[in-house]
């Protein structure tokens, strides 16, 4: 799977759009981009993922540019519960073995202040 | 929405001794994933099942095995515990068909000490 790199820390004001950055510059046609983030010692929770075209749900945007070397994660109005580590992951699509492991690395580390 | 339900939550144990860490799947996903993760680190990756079969190994011990049931649940098994083991331990689940992109949903973990 491809690497990824974020920054590994951002503040961002309650009530503010919290923009997360990801550089997968090595990513493949067939990998898709995910993010997770995890709340203090909590399971991992998934938030989107997207292929190539920019995604929305009830959570984020997921904004993946032309390219696809590069991709930010959108929190429109962050509030003090989306204190948690962000990690923006590359997964293959398939792999013929259903080997969808997930490889995490370092991620974010996002503090929202009142 | 139903989630995956991991138990015990939390286990403590000693040196030398067994645990066993249930994880039931959310209900119609046939893939199961073990992940690691130890104080200050990032969750790694140990083992999956599809299917109840093994469909892919990471940095999983040799004293460690797991297994998925015919009710998709699965069970992982660690024996000759180290104080190194003392970490969370988590459960995702997914559907392991199309379309593959399909996304795992992690439980909330079981906190495992060794003392």
């Known amino acids: 799977d491809a690497k990824t790199t974020q920054p590994p820390s951002m503040d961002c004001a309650e009530g503010r759009a919290a923009n997360l950055p990801c550089n997968h510059s090595?990513?493949?046609?067939?990998?898709?981009v995910y993010w997770y983030r995890q709340i203090h010692s909590q399971g991992p929770q998934y938030i989107i993922h997207g292929l190539k075209n920019n995604e929305t749900n009830e959570m984020a945007s997921l904004i993946i540019t032309e390219d696809r070397k590069s991709s930010t994660l959108i929190l429109p109005h962050a509030t003090l519960r989306d204190t948690a580590v962000y990690y923006c992951i590359v997964r293959v699509l398939y792999s013929g073995g259903s080997n969808y492991k997930l490889t995490f690395g370092k991620g974010t580390l996002l503090t929202v202040n009142p | 929405a139903a989630g995956v339900i991991q138990s015990p939550r939390h286990l403590i144990k000693e040196k030398r001794e067994t645990a066993t860490l249930k994880c039931y799947p959310i209900p119609r996903h046939d893939t199961v994933y073990w992940y690691q993760q130890g104080p200050g680190q990032d969750p790694q990756f140990l083992i999956s099942?599809?299917?109840?079969?093994?469909?892919d190994k990471g940095s999983i011990p040799d004293r460690f095995s797991a297994q998925q049931f015919s009710d998709y649940h699965s069970e992982l098994n660690m024996s000759s515990l180290e104080l190194g083991d003392s970490a969370l331990y988590f459960c995702a689940s997914s559907k392991g068909r199309e379309p593959f992109n399909q996304p795992q949903h992690f439980g909330d973990g079981t906190r495992l000490s060794i003392l």
């Open positions: 090595t990513i493949s046609g067939n990998e898709y």
């Open positions: 099942f599809y299917e109840k079969m093994q469909s």
